[in-house]
Every structure is written in structure tokens, then in C-alpha cells.
């Protein structure tokens, strides 16, 4: 995973199912070892001198430096981490992964060198929740672990078993057997009343540097963090996401944001960066979803979503005068809706005409939400941000729509969003980074692998849809004209599946967008499909995204 997709107002579809995860700021344990102390050599030191005898006194009569407001902001400094770095942890986890070994154009390893079981070793942070030995971290960061060990400031551990996980939130919990007298639970503030340019401050883990502090600001608010789920279509997104220019690098993930009165107002999950470490853009859990989630984990060891059931992405104005809108009418075009679900139990009608919008062939005229109980919905991320904070599956809510150009309102009841291995509804995700592949799928889920006659445990990006025009489809790519319900949806199969992308496996929708990520307009790809169970490579030329 290389980067956070941005919102942008060109992507035309998003959904209220979707979520691909960026950069997670969390290391693998060589991260530590790897770092190289430079040697002293007094000889060859440099030898700072002191000119000023020499030199004319300056100074500038307009700029003066008051030193008391500086000393207060250290104090504050060094009394917040003397206040909460015994409450933040160091998590080491070991996992096992099956390696790949990848060959060119299909040739098996042979025999004395097929890959098997690897130990994966990694870090990341985590904070004491509270005086039950309960610890807060990202789920990535223990994500099918098999070992978990907990650090604390003063070098004790403790092996810790995983107690609850939500993928979707990106959030779990685990459990340690400590005395209450070692651990000191942080106190969670209000993420409600985080401003831009608010004090930021980290402390974690990061490259194995157990408790190191950063200071930035707030640099924005109200942010999309995407984070895969490994279902058919992709991905859910965390809503409300909190970025700061605080430093966050790899190993970071799990750790905690705290305001200017030690108080955490966030979990520090993931980075946007083309070098894998901090560029001054960090994204964090905002604590209000934290305090929702975790209770629950801790509870039930996992966290149900109030789940609407559609797809669709902003109304731009293009597309809102092409339905016989007023330019300016902001709101939601649905583009289709989960058969059986709670949207199509309502009658909501998702997009079915077609329309040009600059080059690619997309549906419109579908209804067009434009609040949800009251609460104004002009973008996406807006709804998702609503059902995220304020209902819960079985709530009733009521949608203020556009339909045909008339106002109404609908009620709906939600429902409980689908896990991991439930199909969603397909979307056009791939829309990080500048060149352009043109296909709409996600990633392949065993009882889909199945369907198709492949192996369970095959792993890849099934195409459902090619665009019109697309180097996919110049490269006669091939979508799903088969129909097949799982979980009591219809969902297209029979697709190409993406394997590889120059002999670099991938193993899911999120892959297949950080390796893309790594490429140009008018870079030439070899794909590694599979179609009709044989293994075959395509060669793709990439576009310029329309």
C-alpha cells in the first residue's frame, strides 16, 4: 500500500460500502535494526567558529521574540509527556505469511525451491485504555497475528491476546495481564471540537523508537481515510479523518494525538508519502469514532455498522444540468442499490441512463439525497460521516431526495453492514494517481474463487466492468457477464482476474492500486490474468485519466 486515494471532485462515483487504505504508519520489525549510528571521528569533526568579533551586530527592530510564551509551550510540552508516555506502548507482533515466488511469464519454481511459511515479524503502537489490562491499537497493526507482546516505557512486557477487531474503523483491542498499579488509561477529549490549527501532538512508536514525541498542528479536518476489506468491490471509508502535520512515520500506527492538554483526539493510523515516511501529511482516527467502536470491541469483540446499502458519488454540476437541475443543487447521485437492501427495501432508484461526461460512459438520473434526517448530505463523505456518528443498524432515518426533478422524502431502515466475505456492489476505485487503467472490479473472496471454478485460496482483482474506451478495454480486457447471489445479492462474475502486475503479485483490490500508483501515462504494464482458469499475460498501455 503506497498511498491515501484524495478526494477529488473528477471521481464521479465513491460508496457508501467503499474503503482503501493508504500508507499505514505502521514498520516491520527490521525497521529497528536498520537504522546505521555514523561513527565519531574528532578528527574529522567539524569545528564551529566564532566570527562574531569580527562580524557587524544585526538586528532587526521590527521583529522581537518574547521568550515567556516559549517557555510555557515547553513546559506544557514536558509535562504532557511526563504525563502520558507511560500510557502509550510499544506492540511487536509476529505473523506467518505464505511467500510468492514470482517468475516470469508463469514458470513454476521448481520443486527444491517452492516458498513456504514465513515468519513476518512487525511493529507498531498502542495506548492504555484502561485499569483492565485493556490496550487500543490499529487493527492492521495485529491483523492475523499469531504473537503479541506489549512494551511499556519502563521495558516490562506482557504477551497480549487479541480481545476485538473492526476492519472498518481500522481499530482493535487486546488484552494484557498486568497489574492495575502499572498501567495509567489516557483520557479521551471530544473530537468534535478539534480546530485547524490546533496543537497536534504524537507520541508513539515510530522505526522501533519507543516513545518519541512530535508537536504539529491541526492541518485539516473532515477527511476520507479508505481502508480495504478485502471484499468483492473494495472498501469502506472511516469518515471525519483528522490530519496533522505532526511527524507520523511507519510504526506510528496505533499510537495516540493528544491536544494541548495531553488528551488523546485521535488514533495516528496512516501517511500520505512517495518516500514511505513522513511528508507532513499524517491521517488519524478521530476519537469520537474511537469511543463508539471500542466499548463495543471490548464487549463483543466486534462492531456493527448501520449499513444503507447503495453506491453512488457528489452530483457535479455537469451531470446535475444534464438531469435538468440547477447547476449549483449539490447532493448525492445514487448509482445503484444492493438488491435486497435497505436502500432498495425503501424504493430508492439508483442511475440507469446513459450519459457522456468528457469521454467515459457513465449512468445518471438516478435520485439525488440531499439530506438524511435533517442533516444536509452535499458530498459522500457527508452522509458516510452521519451514518458513521449518529445511527445504528435497525434505526429508521429519512432521506430528503431529488426524484425526476421533485423534491420527497423517503424512510429507510438501515441495516447492518456486510462482513469481509459479503459481496458489495462494484465501483470504479481506481482513481489514485495520474495513469489510468479503466475497470471497474475488486478484490476475488473464496466463494466467488469458487463460483468461478478456481482455487479457494486464490487470491487477485476480479474485472467486473471495462470503460468505454479504456486501455483495458484496447487491450481486450474482459468484465463479468455472469450472475451469481451471495448473501443474498446479485453480483457479476466471470471476469478476467489480475494476478500480477510485472511479475509483482497482486492479492487484492488495494494492491492492485499501489502498484499502478508506480506508474506514468503511456507506461506499457504486463497484467498476469486468469480467464477461464488459464493463466495468460495481457500487455496494457496506460492512459492519461480522462
Known amino acids: 500500500m503506497q498511498h491515501l486515494t484524495k478526494n477529488k471532485n473528477t471521481v464521479l462515483f465513491s460508496t457508501v460500502l467503499i474503503l482503501v487504505m493508504g500508507l499505514s504508519a505502521c514498520a516491520p520489525l527490521s525497521a529497528a535494526s536498520n537504522l546505521i549510528m555514523p561513527e565519531t571521528n574528532t578528527a574529522s569533526q567539524p569545528v564551529a567558529v566564532d566570527n562574531s568579533a569580527n562580524q557587524p551586530a544585526q538586528s532587526n527592530p521590527d521583529v522581537s ?51 513456504g511459511p514465513q515468519v513476518q515479524q512487525a511493529l507498531g503502537s498502542g495506548f492504555v485504555w484502561d485499569k483492565q489490562g485493556h490496550i487500543i491499537t490499529n487493527n492492521h497493526v495485529v491483523e492475523n497475528a499469531t504473537s503479541i507482546e ?32 502499572a498501567l495509567f488509561p489516557v483520557t479521551i ?26 508537536v504539529g498542528i491541526i492541518s485539516a479536518l473532515g477527511r476520507s481515510l479508505q481502508v480495504d476489506n478485502q471484499a468483492l468491490t473494495g472498501s469502506y471509508s472511516i469518515p471525519d479523518i483528522i490530519q496533522t502535520d505532526a511527524a507520523i512515520n511507519p ?21 500520505e508519502s512517495p518516500v514511505q515516511a513522513n511528508v507532513g501529511i499524517g491521517f488519524v482516527i478521530p476519537s469520537n469514532i474511537v469511543s463508539n467502536v471500542v466499548p463495543e470491541l471490548i464487549t463483543n ?90 445511527t445504528k443498524p435497525g434505526q429508521k432515518a429519512t432521506l430528503d431526495i431529488i426524484r425526476n426533478g421533485k423534491a420527497m422524502t423517503v424512510d429507510v431502515t438501515l441495516g447492518t453492514r456486510p462482513t469481509e466475505n459479503a459481496a458489495q456492489p462494484s465501483t470504479s476505485a481506481f482513481v489514485t494517481g495520474q495513469a489510468y487503467l479503466g475497470i471497474t472490479g475488486g478484490s476475488l473472496v473464496t466463494d466467488i474463487a469458487k463460483a468461478m471454478n478456481l482455487d479457494a485460496n486464490q487470491q487477485g482483482v476480479l474485472v467486473v466492468d471495462i470503460a468505454s474506451g479504456s486501455p483495458a478495454e484496447a487491450a481486450g480486457l474482459q468484465g463479468s457477464n ?15 482476474v489480475i494476478t500480477a502486475v510485472d511479475n509483482v503479485a497482486i492479492d487484492g483490490i488495494n494492491a492492485l492500486r499501489s502498484e ?31
Open 251 to 271: 510504526g506510528n500506527s496505533g499510537g495516540v494525538l493528544l491536544n494541548d492538554q495531553g488528551q488523546v483526539v485521535g488514533v495516528t493510523a496512516a501517511i
Open 150 to 181: 506489549v512494551f511499556f516505557q519502563d521495558g516490562t512486557s506482557y504477551k497480549a491476546e487479541l480481545v476485538g477487531a473492526d476492519k472498518d474503523s481500522d481499530l482493535a483491542v487486546i488484552k494484557i495481564d498486568a497489574p492495575a498499579s
Open 482 to 496: 455472469e450472475t451469481m447471489t451471495l448473501a443474498g445479492q446479485d453480483i457479476k462474475i466471470g471476469g478476467d
Open 65 to 115: 521574540v518574547n521568550p515567556v510564551p516559549v517557555a510555557a509551550l515547553e513546559g506544557t510540552l514536558r509535562d504532557i509527556y511526563q504525563q502520558v508516555s507511560p500510557s502509550v506502548v510499544n506492540i511487536q507482533v509476529v505473523s506467518q505469511a505464505s511467500a510468492t515466488l514470482n517468475l516470469p511469464n508463469g514458470i513454476p519454481a521448481p520443486d527444491n525451491q517452492l516458498p
Open 301 to 390: 469483540g466486534t462492531y456493527e455498522h448501520a449499513w444503507l446499502g447503495l453506491s453512488g458519488g457528489n452530483l457535479l454540476p455537469d451531470i446535475a444540468e444534464a438531469m435538468k437541475l440547477d447547476r449549483n443543487q449539490r447532493g448525492i447521485l445514487v448509482a445503484s442499490v444492493v438488491s435486497n437492501g435497505p436502500a432498495e427495501q425503501a424504493g430508492i432508484l439508483g442511475s440507469s441512463t446513459q450519459f457522456d461526461y468528457q469521454g467515459t460512459t457513465i449512468n445518471i438520473g438516478g435520485d439525488v439525497i440531499t439530506a438524511i434526517d435533517g442533516t444536509a448530505t452535499p458530498t459522500f463523505d457527508d452522509l458516510v460521516s452521519y451514518l458513521a456518528s449518529s
Open 189 to 214: 477529549a471530544d473530537s468534535a471540537n478539534v480546530q485547524v490549527g490546533d496543537l497536534a501532538i504524537a507520541i508513539g512508536t515510530p522505526y522501533g523508537l519507543e516513545e518519541t514525541m512530535t
Open 516 to 546: 499502478l500508483a508506480n506508474f506514468q501515462p503511456g507506461d506499457t504494464v504486463s497484467l498476469s490474468i486468469l480467464r477461464g482458469g488459464k493463466q495468460i499475460n495481457v500487455d496494457v498501455t496506460l492512459a492519461e485519466r480522462p
